[in-house]
């Protein structure tokens, strides 16, 4: 787009929204051209808006100029899914952050886009209600953009990822429509069709969502193995025995030993991993869990046992396990996040293959994982000033990803497919499959304009040379 | 191309009717390549296919507007992957629900589909039906527990979505838009579930809801510390689902966890109902899950054919608001009421009938019509055939049709799948 018509865009944006919600200045839009992933190109311009008729303006502009539309949340995106890769427009929540509307008898809220995560359950813990899904990016991450990769977190295994919390969505089409749809309602689920579709297919402007009630009590155990296979291992005859616990997380000794020198929540240095189990329920189901548990998990080589009941103990071990990523920051200057999933017998296969592979590659590794869900998150350690280090990061990347699916996994749990891992999409599905995909958006964005160049494959354009990963250290990056 | 295997008991196309339309054919493919190539074929030569399970749920929606062909999915009935250590399970869409709880119940396992007459229904119809059973709000709908799906679209192609893992970000999640959507969009062919441990005790507990003390029994339910998987207030239904009195109303709670957690949400709800004036509570543990199954067909049986049975959805605060509704619309159209209002999830399940078959149409077509002037959202579950024209199946259109319409259009052009059957007229 040439310098005239970005001009044009910028002034249509503002005499729709007013200068105030519109940035265009290049040193204000540099916030707006990189995630937790990479960094891409500058937008013409960054949106503030501060309701559906503002983003319906935006898009409608938007759509008459064809610029394309970015919508971000926080940021801690780990694929690149919010950078902008063609200039257009970024839409920022961050002035859409209000709480519309809690319904406590019903068990649901009602949430702008640009709510953090972690803000709704503060919200109704009061009233002894929770949300779900707990990324752990869930104190700065924002609820639309956990909508559009379908997050997770460590207590997906019993709770599910956002795709089964959402009950219902506003949202802006193409033509700038403003879209109420809901699961109660008859007809396709435009809702669920929404989750998981990065930006790709409408912009989100309200979700209505499910809560929980708290558990009547909570207790999180703390084992050391020899190593990460074996714990796995553990891991898979827990749930193989019919136990589903609350959440199985696994870190090995080069994560534990990090987070231990940060969080100092008294983990066993000597371990080669730690699985965390936190069990949720009933106050005497819960002893007879942990009892259960403990005794499968010292039948599969459990070295040690620790069980935390008291509030602060757990919230500590959590802090230490939601922060892992950024302790890394002691041990490497930089360093790049996998995610993958494979069905949970085959984790001690894949951890050992993601250690080969990064021995192939003379890299350090990391994992810090949801073992219950055969989720896996390698941390690749790397100089970026080191070219030969970034690019076996990005050869290693890519082998772990193919041994995952030859495993019968797939390439992303929960952080989505953004613009990284967008060629790899074919490794998992047939052109048939990723036709049909895109058949949904042709109806919905049928000028490309919505998110470009995420999720789909990039096709004829396929030379293009992929990203390299500059990931942010310290409180940048999650898992 | 292989020949489809033999079957005792082929249906006629009369028995497969839908409204005024009855099939010309009958098919029953042997696998997915045979299903594919034929639905490609009848696409290409303009002619309409409509998929059958166990035609348990084919009382929802529309009858179609053309009909060249009936589908059945019958010999695609086969478990293709249990990895039951992983707790998943792939299974082709013919498979009855019976035969896949039997499969999973082997390891200890289940999938909660809720679907009504399992014996019969089968995966793939449950999921395109939408089906919607009582212990969602405890487990999630059908469509929460799928991971992964294959269909065959109109144009024959062979699509998959998902994968065999439980936590899956990789692509558009298409299975969630097949589910519910009748048949319009796709075949299901198959379809992959998470599946979950057993729990250890399962439990009925029944208690009569006298009219008198029914809203203030109902409150009091509210302050139950344990949430049961199911908990339903019944009037009528009598010998359908527990052969107890049927003048006064009735509570049907289940109970599903450890043997602990049961006893105390036995404790917590007889404490409820005492308090509320309701002394006795029956328990039912061995037949616990026949009385849950019993519930559950009652959904979609009818009385004779002098009845017609609607869901209504909505919120469970405004439950027997609906509720009344339906009591004050029956008592102004002389039809009989028998409802099944559902707590946990917001259902009404309300059966009307007429006394004598005779005068049920003019009676239910003037119920129908002020039903949807007073709810917005309620479907037809089940009605005598000659009926489904003359009700609206699906209530009001529901908003964004206009881009569901534009959905059906780029994925079946031709409108060879199931056209007219789904929500305004699609």
Same mark, same amino acid.
């Not at chain 1, 200068?19 to 290049?26: C, F, G, I, N, S």
């Given at each position: 787009?040439?310098?005239?018509?970005?001009?044009?865009?910028?002034?249509?944006?503002?005499d729709a929204?007013?200068?105030?919600?519109?940035?265009?200045?290049p040193?204000?839009?540099?916030?707006?051209?990189?995630?937790?992933?990479?960094?891409?190109?500058?937008?013409?311009?960054?949106?503030?808006?501060?309701?559906?008729?503002?983003?319906?303006?935006i898009?409608?502009?938007?759509?008459?100029?064809?610029?394309?539309i970015?919508?971000?949340?926080?940021?801690?995106?780990?694929?690149?899914?919010?950078?902008?890769?063609?200039?257009?427009?970024?839409?920022?929540?961050?002035?859409?952050?209000?709480?519309?509307?809690?319904?406590?008898?019903?068990?649901?809220?009602?949430?702008q886009?640009?709510?953090?995560?972690?803000?709704?359950?503060?919200?109704?813990?009061?009233?002894?209600?929770f949300?779900?899904?707990?990324?752990?990016?869930q104190?700065?991450?924002?609820l639309?953009?956990?909508?559009?990769?379908?997050a997770?977190?460590?207590?997906?295994?019993?709770?599910?990822?956002?795709?089964?919390?959402?009950?219902?969505?506003?949202?802006?089409?193409?033509?700038?429509?403003?879209?109420?749809?809901?699961?109660?309602?008859?007809?396709?689920?435009?809702?669920?069709?929404?989750?998981?579709?990065?930006?790709?297919?409408?912009?989100?402007?309200a979700?209505?969502?499910?809560?929980?009630?708290?558990?009547?009590?909570?207790?999180?155990?703390?084992?050391?193995f020899?190593?990460?296979?074996?714990?796995?291992?553990?891991?898979?005859?827990?749930?193989?025995?019919?136990?589903?616990?609350?959440?199985l997380?696994?870190? /090995? $000794?080069? =994560?534990?030993?990090? @987070? %231990? +020198?940060?969080?100092? !929540? #008294?983990?066993?240095?000597?371990?080669?991993?730690?699985?965390?189990?936190?069990?949720?329920?009933?106050?005497?189901?819960?002893?007879?869990?942990?009892?259960?548990?403990?005794?499968?998990?010292?039948?599969?080589?459990?070295?040690?046992?620790?069980?935390?009941?008291?509030?602060?103990?757990?919230?500590?071990?959590?802090?230490?396990?939601?922060?892992a990523?950024?302790?890394?920051?002691?041990?490497?200057p930089?360093?790049?996040?996998?995610?993958?999933?494979?069905?949970?017998?085959?984790?001690?296969?894949?951890?050992?293959?993601?250690?080969?592979?990064?021995?192939?590659?003379?890299?350090?590794?990391?994992n810090?994982?949801?073992?219950?869900?055969?989720?896996?998150?390698?941390?690749?350690?790397? /100089? $970026?000033? =080191?070219?030969?280090? @970034? %690019? +076996?990061?990005?050869? !290693? #990347?890519?082998?772990?990803l193919?041994?995952?699916?030859?495993?019968?996994?797939?390439?992303?749990?929960?952080?989505?497919?953004g613009?990284?891992?967008?060629?790899?999409?074919?490794?998992?599905?047939?052109?048939?499959?990723?036709?049909?995909?895109?058949?949904?958006?042709?109806?919905?964005?049928?000028?490309?304009?919505?998110?470009?160049?995420?999720?789909?494959?990039?096709?004829?354009?396929c030379?293009?040379?992929?990203?390299?990963?500059?990931?942010?250290?310290?409180?940048?990056?999650?898992? | 191309?292989?020949?489809?295997?033999?079957?005792?008991?082929?249906?006629?196309?009369?028995?497969?009717?839908?409204?005024?339309?009855?099939?010309?054919?009958?098919v029953?493919?042997?696998?997915?390549?045979?299903?594919?190539?034929?639905?490609?074929?009848?696409?290409?030569n303009?002619?309409?296919?409509?998929?059958?399970?166990?035609?348990?749920?084919?009382?929802?929606?529309?009858?179609?507007?053309?009909?060249?062909?009936?589908?059945?999915?019958?010999?695609?009935?086969?478990?293709?992957?249990?990895?039951?250590r992983?707790?998943?399970?792939?299974?082709?869409?013919?498979?009855?629900?019976?035969?896949?709880?039997?499969?999973?119940?082997?390891?200890?396992q289940?999938v909660?589909?809720?679907?009504?007459?399992?014996?019969?229904?089968?995966?793939?119809?449950?999921?395109?039906?939408?089906?919607?059973?009582?212990?969602?709000?405890?487990?999630?709908?059908?469509?929460?527990?799928?991971?992964?799906?294959?269909?065959?679209?109109?144009?024959?192609?062979?699509?998959?979505?998902?994968?065999?893992?439980?936590?899956?970000?990789?692509?558009?999640?298409?299975?969630?838009?097949?589910?519910?959507?009748?048949?319009?969009?796709?075949?299901?062919?198959?379809?992959?579930?998470?599946?979950?441990?057993?729990?250890?005790?399962?439990?009925?507990?029944?208690?009569?809801?006298?009219?008198?003390?029914?809203?203030?029994?109902?409150?009091h339910?509210?302050?139950?510390?344990?949430?049961?998987?199911?908990?339903?207030?019944?009037?009528?239904?009598?010998?359908?689902?527990?052969?107890?009195?049927?003048?006064?109303?009735?509570?049907?709670?289940?109970?599903?966890?450890?043997?602990?957690?049961?006893e105390?949400?036995?404790?917590?709800?007889?404490?409820?109902?005492?308090?509320?004036g309701?002394?006795?509570?029956?328990?039912i543990?061995?037949?616990?899950?026949?009385?849950?199954?019993?519930?559950?067909?009652?959904?979609?049986?009818?009385v004779?054919?002098?009845?017609?049975?609607?869901?209504?959805?909505?919120?469970?605060?405004?439950?027997f608001?609906?509720?009344?509704?339906?009591?004050?619309?029956?008592?102004?159209?002389?039809?009989?009421?028998?409802?099944?209002?559902?707590?946990?999830?917001?259902?009404?399940?309300?059966?009307?009938?007429?006394?004598?078959?005779?005068?049920?149409?003019?009676?239910?077509?003037?119920?129908?019509?002020?039903?949807?002037?007073?709810?917005?959202?309620?479907?037809?579950?089940?009605?005598?055939?000659?009926?489904?024209?003359?009700?609206?199946?699906?209530?009001?259109?529901?908003?964004?049709?206009?881009?569901?319409?534009?959905?059906?259009?780029?994925?079946?052009?031709?409108?060879?799948?199931?056209?007219?059957?789904?929500?305004?007229?699609?």
């Amino acid at each position: 787009m040439g310098r005239v018509s970005t001009k044009r865009f910028q002034e249509r944006l503002v005499d729709a929204l007013g200068a105030d919600a519109v940035r265009t200045d290049p040193e204000d839009l540099a916030v707006y051209s990189f995630d937790a992933f990479s960094e891409e190109t500058l937008p013409a311009a960054a949106v503030l808006p501060k309701d559906a008729r503002d983003v319906s303006a935006i898009v409608r502009i938007a759509n008459e100029l064809e610029e394309p539309i970015v919508p971000r949340g926080a940021g801690t995106g780990l694929c690149g899914g919010a950078t902008p890769t063609r200039g257009g427009v970024v839409v920022s929540f961050a002035r859409m952050n209000r709480i519309l509307g809690l319904d406590v008898p019903n068990r649901r809220a009602r949430v702008q886009p640009g709510v953090i995560n972690l803000e709704l359950s503060k919200h109704a813990q009061p009233h002894g209600l929770f949300f779900g899904p707990d990324p752990s990016s869930q104190k700065i991450s924002t609820l639309g953009g956990n909508v559009g990769t379908n997050a997770g977190g460590p207590h997906a295994l019993s709770y599910g990822s956002m795709t089964n919390h959402v009950l219902g969505l506003e949202f802006v089409s193409q033509d700038g429509e403003v879209h109420q749809i809901s699961q109660d309602d008859f007809g396709y689920d435009l809702t669920s069709a929404l989750v998981g579709s990065e930006g790709t297919l409408g912009i989100i402007t309200a979700i209505d969502l499910r809560l929980l009630r708290v558990p009547a009590a909570v207790r999180v155990c703390l084992a050391a193995f020899g190593d990460v296979e074996t714990a796995s291992e553990a891991v898979s005859a827990i749930v193989g025995a019919g136990i589903v616990p609350t959440a199985l997380e696994i870190m /090995d $000794r080069t =994560i534990t030993q990090a @987070v %231990e +020198a940060h969080y100092h !929540a #008294g983990f066993p240095l000597d371990a080669g991993a730690v699985l965390l189990v936190e069990i949720a329920g009933e106050i005497d189901d819960i002893d007879a869990s942990e009892r259960a548990i403990e005794k499968i998990a010292r039948e599969h080589g459990a070295l040690s046992w620790r069980s935390a009941s008291e509030a602060a103990e757990r919230e500590a071990l959590w802090a230490s396990r939601k922060g892992a990523a950024g302790a890394i920051g002691r041990i490497a200057p930089n360093y790049y996040i996998q995610d993958a999933t494979v069905p949970r017998t085959r984790l001690p296969q894949a951890l050992h293959r993601v250690d080969e592979i990064a021995r192939d590659h003379a890299l350090q590794v990391g994992n810090v994982f949801h073992a219950g869900d055969g989720n896996l998150h390698p941390l690749l350690m790397f /100089d $970026r000033r =080191i070219p030969s280090q @970034v %690019e +076996a990061v990005i050869a !290693a #990347g890519t082998e772990i990803l193919e041994a995952c699916i030859a495993l019968g996994g797939t390439i992303s749990g929960e952080h989505g497919i953004g613009y990284e891992k967008r060629d790899a999409l074919r490794y998992v599905f047939s052109t048939d499959d990723l036709a049909t995909m895109a058949r949904v958006r042709d109806v919905l964005d049928p000028k490309r304009i919505f998110n470009p160049d995420k999720i789909f494959p990039s096709g004829a354009a396929c030379g293009e040379v992929r990203a390299q990963p500059q990931v942010a250290v310290g409180a940048g990056a999650w898992l | 191309m292989a020949l489809s295997r033999a079957e005792p008991t082929l249906p006629t196309p009369a028995a497969l009717t839908l409204g005024e339309m009855t099939p010309r054919e009958v098919v029953t493919p042997a696998g997915v390549d045979e299903l594919a190539a034929m639905v490609r074929e009848r696409n290409e030569n303009g002619e309409a296919i409509v998929v059958v399970g166990g035609g348990t749920l084919q009382g929802l929606g529309h009858a179609p507007q053309r009909y060249d062909v009936a589908l059945r999915t019958a010999n695609l009935n086969r478990v293709l992957e249990y990895e039951y250590r992983d707790l998943t399970i792939a299974v082709e869409a013919g498979l009855t629900v019976a035969d896949l709880d039997a499969a999973l119940a082997e390891r200890g396992q289940f999938v909660p589909l809720d679907a009504p007459q399992a014996a019969r229904s089968t995966v793939g119809g449950v999921l395109a039906s939408g089906w919607l059973g009582p212990r969602r709000a405890l487990y999630g709908r059908p469509r929460d527990l799928v991971i992964g799906m294959t269909v065959v679209l109109a144009d024959g192609t062979i699509a998959k979505s998902g994968g065999m893992v439980v936590k899956n970000s990789t692509g558009y999640d298409l299975s969630r838009l097949y589910c519910g959507s009748l048949g319009t969009l796709a075949v299901i062919v198959r379809a992959n579930f998470k599946t979950l441990p057993l729990p250890a005790a399962r439990r009925v507990a029944l208690a009569t809801l006298p009219e008198q003390t029914r809203l203030r029994v109902l409150e009091h339910l509210a302050a139950l510390e344990i949430d049961p998987a199911v908990a339903v207030a019944i009037q009528g239904f009598r010998d359908d689902i527990d052969g107890r009195d049927g003048a006064d109303g009735r509570l049907f709670f289940l109970f599903e966890g450890s043997r602990s957690l049961v006893e105390r949400a036995t404790r917590d709800v007889r404490s409820v109902l005492g308090a509320a004036g309701v002394p006795a509570t029956t328990l039912i543990d061995a037949g616990a899950s026949q009385s849950f199954a019993r519930l559950v067909d009652a959904y979609t049986l009818r009385v004779g054919d002098r009845s017609v049975t609607y869901r209504s959805s909505g919120l469970p605060s405004d439950l027997f608001v609906r509720g009344e509704t339906f009591a004050h619309l029956a008592r102004s159209h002389a039809l009989d009421l028998e409802r099944i209002e559902d707590m946990r999830t917001g259902d009404v399940i309300a059966r009307l009938s007429a006394p004598v078959s005779g005068q049920l149409e003019e009676r239910i077509v003037a119920f129908d019509a002020a039903l949807h002037a007073a709810t917005p959202r309620a479907q037809v579950l089940a009605a005598p055939e000659p009926l489904r024209g003359k009700l609206a199946m699906w209530g009001s259109p529901p908003r964004s049709l206009d881009v569901m319409r534009a959905l059906k259009a780029r994925f079946d052009p031709n409108g060879t799948l199931a056209p007219g059957r789904f929500v305004g007229g699609i």
